[in-house]
């Protein structure tokens, strides 16, 4: 689908492609240009660089290359459209095939009334908590130990007990029971499904607030021994657990040098409200990829302060996994005592939180001491456990990671460091460590010929600038035959005939809307084209270098026809137009022979 330039050139502004990418890589500037490992091949030395001035990215090992389009492509396995569609999305942008689609237009109306909804309750929820009715749910907090600022500053509220309290004064407002429904505020009900009852009643209500400062979602509180004890917004067209964070918005427009990952509400209030200002909760126990990038936008590094049960123990070991994939340091916070952080910092205070943090570890060692406690090390069969799937998850680090780990394991399993390096050296991961892992589609690192490495050169010269591209067209050794690739043929072809209209054009607008294929073919040219520092000079050289090496191939390949077993005439037509192509390169070369 060809998109208005216009439109086009205002997502690529809007997604710059710096900061796209960061979510994915950790980038490092160096030499003008921002490098890191390559999330498309196993990359163990940075080869994968972005040109933020040119807002394109390459890779010098595996070749994917393109613009910040074609990285979304490959990051998420999407097609071109549905790549520029979730660009868009993260603009605020409407697609151009959807600004005159009705249906489109009519969920995009339904989700903005969903937010205005959400904002509504969430005030309706706060005012309760003040008023008469919110009594019990205060004495709540007092006893939690929240206080007034803290429970204004998080927008707690209270659901009153009626079963349709908030759903008429909703409606009173102007909004639809459809509306209501699809928000999850409201369920139709049971026998009589004409009827609407609240989704929260009688519960410490929780607003959840998105990166953008809407209102998405809530959590309701049973502050009784009702079960359940937490109930929360499903998925509506407004709100995915997946791919939010509780009190995300509270990190918005910080520089932090980490982030303490807990599991529930009361944690991060508590640490809030404890001057422990950078908490927030995953909504569930588990971390997804979605949620590793946009933490990944605030912090390099994690601390997991998650529950000491099972589920909170099984739920780290999977969002550690998820974290090394994003690259963010994942650290694990050791409660003692099976508390949860709010039971923890109540009872000792933010210094002694803290004091723990200090003596974190990383989520290697508390993976290997998880292992461990499994197996149990006090007998023979334990400790060879222990050290058969410690071995496993070591193999899987690279070397000078893993060597960090095996005084540790040797020591754990009473098994000699040689042992233990032997078996990593054999060990692979277990199908659970597969399963556990993220992978992008990776791409086998690839090395052009120098026949297609000086094409791209030629066409790097010619994307330099419009005046260098003008003299390369008009150089008698130019000709776009000198072009055997299809993919650099024709981005030469357009370059020339925008330069001969006089006009500037946008060279990542253009790739932009290439195939990624040919997007990694042409950013290749442009990658090169930095490091010369005469274009039209560069570019006379190299043309007269390949008219030469394209005479030599088909001198080459006229030899070997005229050996073949043909007719007297045809062999004639051969070395007849040998000796033409002969004295060409002759004169090319400059050669007396």
């Not at 929260?200 to 009784?224: C, N, Y």
């Not at 079960?227 to 791919?243: H, L, Q, S």
């Not at 570890?361 to 222990?386: M, N, Q, S, V, Y």
């Not at 010369?532 to 001198?555: C, E, G, Q, R």
């Amino acid at each position: 689908m060809a998109f208005p330039e216009a439109w086009l050139n205002e997502l690529m502004s809007k997604n710059d492609i710096a900061s796209v990418i960061a979510e994915y890589v950790q980038l490092t500037p160096k030499g003008g240009r921002l490098w890191g490992h390559c999330p498309f091949h196993v990359d163990k030395t940075p080869s994968f660089s972005v040109s933020p001035d040119k807002q394109l990215f390459h890779c010098f090992s595996c070749k994917a290359g393109g613009s910040v389009i074609q990285f979304v492509m490959q990051a998420e396995n999407l097609s071109y459209i549905d790549a520029v569609r979730q660009l868009a999305q993260r603009a605020g942008m409407d697609m151009p095939n959807e600004i005159d689609d009705k249906r489109l237009l009519d969920q995009k109306r339904k989700r903005e009334r969903i937010y205005e909804a959400n904002r509504e309750a969430a005030l309706f929820y706060h005012n309760a908590l003040l008023s008469p009715m919110g009594e019990e749910a205060r004495k709540y907090l007092e006893r939690r130990g929240v206080n007034a600022s803290t429970a204004k500053r998080f927008g707690l509220g209270f659901s009153p007990e009626g079963y349709d309290v908030l759903f008429e004064y909703l409606t009173g407002k102007g909004f639809s029971r459809e509306i209501l429904i699809e928000a999850g505020l409201a369920v139709p009900g049971r026998k009589d499904p004409s009827k609407s009852f609240d989704f929260f009643r009688g519960r410490l209500m929780f607003p959840v607030i998105s990166a953008a400062g809407k209102v998405i979602a809530f959590g309701g509180r049973t502050m009784g021994n009702d079960e359940p004890k937490y109930i929360n917004t499903g998925d509506t067209p407004v709100y995915n657990k997946r791919e939010n964070i509780y009190a995300v918005n509270l990190l918005k427009g910080k520089k932090l040098d980490d982030i303490i990952m807990v599991e529930g509400y009361m944690d991060v209030i508590s640490l809030h409200q404890a001057g422990i200002d950078n908490a927030v909760a995953s909504l569930g126990t588990a971390l997804t990829i979605q949620q590793a990038r946009l933490l990944k936008r605030y912090a390099p590094k994690v601390f997991y302060a998650y529950d000491g049960d099972e589920a909170g123990q099984k739920a780290m070991i999977r969002g550690i996994d998820i974290l090394r994939t994003s690259e963010i340091e994942p650290r694990v916070i050791v409660i003692p005592g099976g508390m949860d952080p709010d039971e923890y910092i109540r009872a000792n205070g933010p210094d002694s939180f803290l004091s723990l943090k200090d003596a974190s570890i990383t989520g290697i060692r508390f993976k290997l001491e998880r292992i461990a406690r499994i197996h149990g090390t006090d007998t023979p069969d334990g400790r060879e456990k222990f050290a058969r799937e410690a071995c496993s998850l070591l193999a899987s680090l690279d070397p000078v990671e893993r060597d960090r780990y095996i005084p540790f394991v040797a020591e754990k399993s009473g098994v000699s460091s040689d042992t233990v390096k032997e078996q990593c050296g054999i060990a692979v991961k277990s199908p659970a460590n597969e399963q556990s892992s993220v992978k992008y589609n990776y791409k086998r690192p690839r090395t052009e010929s120098e026949a297609v490495k000086n094409e791209q050169k030629l066409l790097g010269c010619m994307m330099s600038s419009r005046e260098a591209g003008v003299e390369i067209g008009k150089n008698r050794d130019f000709s776009l035959s000198l072009f055997t690739v299809d993919p650099l043929r024709a981005f030469a072809a357009r370059l020339l005939a925008a330069y001969r209209t006089g006009g500037k054009p946008d060279i990542s607008l253009m790739i932009a809307e290439l195939e990624p294929e040919d997007a990694e073919v042409v950013s290749g040219a442009f990658a090169v084209s930095e490091d010369i520092p005469s274009p039209a000079a560069y570019a006379s050289d190299l043309m007269k270098n390949m008219a030469l090496s394209s005479l030599k191939d088909k001198l080459t390949e006229l030899s070997k026809r005229a050996k073949e077993n043909i007719s007297p005439e045809e062999k004639a037509e051969i070395l007849k137009e040998y000796a033409a192509k002969y004295a060409e390169y002759r004169t090319r070369s400059g050669s007396d022979r």
